[in-house]
T-cell receptor
Framework: SQQGEEDPQALSIQEGENATMNCSYK?????LQWYRQNSGRGLVHLIL?????REKHSGRLRVTLDTSKKSSSLLITASRAADTASYFC?????????????FGRGTQLTVWP | EPEVTQTPSHQVTQMGQEVILRCVPI?????FYWYRQILGQKVEFLVS????????KSEIFDDQFSVERPDGSNFTLKIRSTKLEDSAMYFC????????????FGEGSRLTVL
């Protein structure tokens, strides 16, 4: 499978705690992206990290990429109940159409108030 | 904030019927996509569309599927003769440029085939 695989499948934490989700993939990538999906809703782009980048920040989000291990992590700091959603990593293969994303199964994050 | 809009939000159809799902991408975007998500499974790429033609399609996108940009705003996905296994959430997405990499997704159209 070319797709990213997230770990854990489900994560349950208290408000204020940090949430870390991991993603592993198998191919050579151009970039890796994280998306969020609220239940029954569309996918919302969170952050993109290119293959030559190692870390990126956006607000309370921190993404790392280790191309030698073919893995990425998404850290949400100081989580809020509103962060409850499914989080997906998606990869774009090197040499592939840049809009063709390969999604993982996602991590279901529940943040309790 | 500009957004991708999709209609209908939910469609129920009988097996063998034709279905058209509609999308209005963000107005200055040039690249358009359809993805689908079968319940409990991964989001899967179906097709990408640029400059009025398909630029890439997956193995899922067989002869039963077609896409069209009939005017300057709409982007449609047609399933000619629906099968039970076509039941899924179908997402339209658009992007301004390939270089940016970021896709903007609609809320999805849930298709139920009976």
């Amino acid at each position: 499978s070319q797709q990213g695989e997230e770990d854990p499948q489900a994560l349950s934490i208290q408000e204020g705690e940090n949430a870390t989700m991991n993603c592993s993939y198998k191919t050579s990538i151009n970039n890796l992206q994280w998306y969020r999906q609220n239940s029954g809703r569309g996918l919302v782009h969170l952050i993109l990290i290119r293959s030559n980048e190692r870390e990126k920040h956006s607000g309370r989000l921190r993404v790392t990429l280790d191309t030698s291990k073919k893995s990425s992590s998404l850290l949400i700091t100081a989580s809020r109940a509103a962060d409850t959603a499914s989080y997906f990593c998606a990869t774009v293969d090197r040499g592939s159409t840049l809009g063709r994303l390969y999604f993982g199964r996602g991590t279901q994050l529940t943040v309790w108030p | 904030e500009p957004e991708v809009t999709q209609t209908p939000s939910h469609q129920v159809t009988q097996m063998g019927q034709e279905v058209i799902l509609r999308c209005v991408p963000i107005s200055n975007h040039l690249y358009f996509y359809w993805y689908r998500q079968i319940l409990g499974q991964k989001v899967e790429f179906l097709v990408s569309f640029y400059n009025n033609e398909i630029s890439e399609k997956s193995e899922i996108f067989d002869d039963q599927f077609s896409v069209e940009r009939p005017d300057g705003s709409n982007f449609t996905l047609k399933i000619r003769s629906t099968k039970l296994e076509d039941s899924a959430m179908y997402f339209c997405a658009s992007s301004e440029a390939l270089r940016s990499g970021e896709l903007f997704f609609g809320e999805g159209s849930r298709l139920t085939v009976l």
